[in-house]
């Protein structure tokens, strides 16, 4: 594994994101021995791959294009390997409530959910679609866009009146918006990486932002605004628990070489799988290299190794 | 427990609220090639005789390189100062050189001028809305800003005079920008200049005059600055930015005697002294080329893109919207159908392909959500046309939304909703 092209910022909301993860992972792989650069997914990316190919390509792209297959689809045409997952999963885990449903189909529990497009709201009339949604799902609830990344859209309801704002605010950075059961709890980022073709659960992280109850935009990536226990500290059999939905989601939905499951562990104990990320961010406040660093893994040969396995497929 | 901020109960207490919001970050996309960006404030350097300019600093640096690449003085070039005074001469201004101080663009010289003048808990009077560089600087300094409303001839002097005399002696300064603001568009009248100045003598307040764009009028001669119709009580901020090059950062104070002595000291203590280099590449260029020329080679080009976008306004705007008419400068302030929030829209706006900044960002009291500003000094023509075009659309998408769901609560936010200065 010599020289590896590291992808980052493209054309979504995330690009500001996209970049930090991109320069951090380069950055990583250079102290690990590996020739790399970063470059941008326009129109310069194919003309560069088709002159001189990179071993194989990290992709630190967050958003649709580097998380719902698209980008990874064209790698394919052009034949350049890359570390993550293939297209076709990267479509079903980029749609939340597919992903939901088929690990709920799995046996995995996530909370009660209901998916409407806002074209739903505009024909039936929004009173009455809400009036609705709010028989069917108690308060409080958790309205965030159906695909997206970042917590960007995303907002907790306690009032049913507080309701239509969430939606509109949701409806801001997507067309579709999931609407869930808000579980309460304990908020876990588990990581999971493959090592010699094997997925394997990183050490959970446990999140606590320490400004409001969402781990928003702010709470993400503002350095000091959300505290971070890892391990978390949750007894050793529930760390279990939801390592092993970590774990199913990256097998259910077909992922591959790195994934990152969002989680939260109620009161009984009970872990409930919220969403699963294909291009977990990379930056100096992102939760893949938090765990990788707890289970004393060195993200340079991290992201090497998986761009060696990428490379030799 | 990983703790991402050590350092996090160190900080001063002015870097409260030093945060970015992810309005901010949604700004990334307006350098790619397929967003029409509204959103920058970067002069459109590319017009600028560079041939003459190359030639210009090859020649500094071949004949006076030793001088042009070491510390100068804390006041600024001598010369430069001079040639200063009858750059500032053009806009009615009577000045000696001892009285100019040289700053590292004028955002500098606002920093000096707030740091020597503001306490904490102080209060600065500024426009409604107000330059968002200047509110970062206040808040930097942990100043109350209080803002007046302006219309189209700009501060309104009854407004003005009400606020002056509910905030009383607590009033540092009047910060404003009569010509051509940023980001309103509008410019103070001839009549209310007198007035304006009047009111501030009578309460006993300091104006602070900002002017990057008094040269940049497309009609007609610049109006007197406020300083040419005073030397008391008005401190004076000039800019080589959009006359020149940005990138130079050559801007100047000019204050009365007593204040320049502290502000030299301030500069000392901030920088040492401004760049050596550029200040005598700007000498350079004011004294052997013909500036004055690619001024008016600047107004004209923006005039074009000026028209350009209220033109493509009028065609694509929907009903209810209202936008000023600047006569000069780089942007038009535009307010927005009721009920609709600029800064909840920008995301809407980024999924279009066009960006503008919302009206959030030019106050300091969290309104300014109905309108927006749009700036036309970068772009070409048909890009301007097309990204108002885009805009439109999503104005018109922000409205169904609403209609949808009626009024509802703006969603809070924290956190700077401005760009960084190379947006495009």
């Known amino acids: 594994m010599n020289r590896a092209l590291v992808l980052a910022g493209g054309l979504s909301f995330e690009r500001d994101v996209s970049l930090r993860s991109g320069r951090r992972v380069c950055d990583a792989l250079r102290s690990a021995g590996v020739e790399a650069e970063v470059r941008d997914a326009d129109a310069s990316l194919l003309p560069a791959l088709a002159e001189s190919a990179p071993d194989a390509v990290f992709i630190a792209l967050h958003g649709a294009p580097g998380e719902d297959g698209s980008v990874r689809g064209v790698l394919d045409l052009a034949g350049v390997p890359y570390a993550g997952s293939a297209p076709h999963a990267c479509r079903v885990a980029w749609d939340k409530p597919t992903a939901k449903a088929l690990l709920r189909a799995a046996g995995v529990a996530t909370p009660d959910s209901v998916t409407l497009p806002q074209g739903s709201f505009r024909e039936l009339g929004a009173h009455e679609v809400l009036d609705r949604l709010l028989r069917r799902l108690p308060l409080p609830l958790l309205v965030k866009p159906a695909s997206g990344g970042s917590a960007l859209g995303a907002s907790i309801v306690e009032d049913a009146d507080a309701l239509p704002a969430a939606m509109v605010h949701c409806f801001s950075y997507g067309t579709t918006a999931l609407v869930e059961r808000l579980v309460a709890g304990t908020e876990l980022a588990v990581s999971v990486v493959e090592r010699d073709g094997v997925p394997e659960a990183l050490p959970a992280v446990e999140v606590v932002p320490k400004d409001g109850p969402l781990f928003d935009y702010n709470a993400r990536y503002t350095a000091g605004a959300t505290d971070y226990h890892v391990p978390a500290r949750l007894p050793e059999d529930v760390l279990t628990a939801a390592s092993r939905v970590a774990l199913a989601a990256h097998r259910v939905l077909g992922l591959r070489d790195l994934s990152r499951t969002d989680l939260v562990v109620d009161a009984d104990g009970t872990p409930w799988f919220l969403e699963v990320n294909v291009s977990p961010g990379m930056t100096e406040t992102s939760l893949l290299p938090m765990s990788a660093a707890a289970a004393g893994l060195d993200l340079g040969v991290l992201c090497r190794d998986l761009l060696a396995a990428a490379a030799a497929r | ?424």
């Open chain 2, 1 to 424: 427990m990983v703790n991402l901020d050590p350092y996090g109960d160190r900080y001063a207490a002015r870097t409260r609220g030093m945060t970015a919001s992810e309005i901010r970050a949604l700004f990334a996309v307006a350098s790619r090639p397929e967003v029409v960006s509204l959103a920058g404030g970067m002069p459109y350097t590319a017009a600028l005789p560079l041939d003459a300019v190359a030639a210009a600093v090859a020649d500094l640096v071949a004949t006076r390189g030793p001088v042009a690449l070491q510390y100068g003085s804390g006041q600024g070039d001598p010369e430069l100062r001079e040639l200063i005074c009858t750059v500032m001469a053009l806009e009615g201004i009577a000045a000696s050189p001892d009285d100019v101080v040289v700053t590292v663009g004028s955002q500098q010289g606002l920093d000096l001028v707030t740091r020597i003048f503001v306490d904490p808990g102080d209060v600065v009077v500024a426009e409604a809305p107000s330059y968002v560089g200047a509110l970062g600087t206040f808040a930097a300094y942990q100043a109350e800003v209080v803002h007046v409303p302006m219309d189209d001839h700009g501060l309104v002097p009854e407004a003005l005079s009400e606020t002056l005399g509910r905030v009383g002696p607590r009033a540092k300064f009047l910060y404003t920008v009569p010509n051509f603001h940023n980001p309103a568009g509008v410019s103070l009248s001839r009549e209310r200049r007198d007035v304006v100045l009047d009111i501030c003598r009578r309460h006993d307040i300091l104006v602070l005059e900002d002017n990057p764009y008094g040269l940049l009028g497309f009609d007609g001669e610049p109006e007197p600055a406020l300083r040419a119709r005073t030397g008391d009580g008005v401190l004076y901020l000039g800019s080589f930015s959009k006359t020149f090059a940005p990138g130079l950062r050559v801007g100047w104070v000019l204050a009365p005697h007593s204040v320049r002595e502290k502000l030299v000291l301030a500069a000392e203590a901030a920088v040492l002294c401004p760049p050596s280099f550029t200040q005598m590449v700007v000498a350079d260029y004011l004294r052997t080329q013909p500036w004055q020329d690619q001024v008016k080679v600047f107004r004209e080009l923006y005039r074009e893109r000026r028209d350009a976008i209220l033109d493509a306004l009028a065609q694509h705007f929907p009903a209810g919207s209202v936008w000023t008419r600047p006569g000069g400068g780089f942007y038009t302030w535009v307010t927005l159908p009721p009920g609709l929030d600029s800064k909840e829209m920008l995301p809407r706006a980024v999924t279009a392909r066009v960006a503008y900044v919302p009206g959030t960002a030019f106050y300091a009291d969290g309104s300014g959500a109905s309108s927006l500003r749009l700036s036309y000094c970068y772009p070409e023509p048909d890009r301007i046309r097309e990204g108002v075009r885009r805009l439109a659309g999503v104005i018109k998408e922000e409205q169904e939304l609403r209609d949808t769901f009626g009024p509802v609560r703006p969603h809070a936010a924290r956190g700077t909703d401005s760009p960084a200065p190379d947006l495009a």
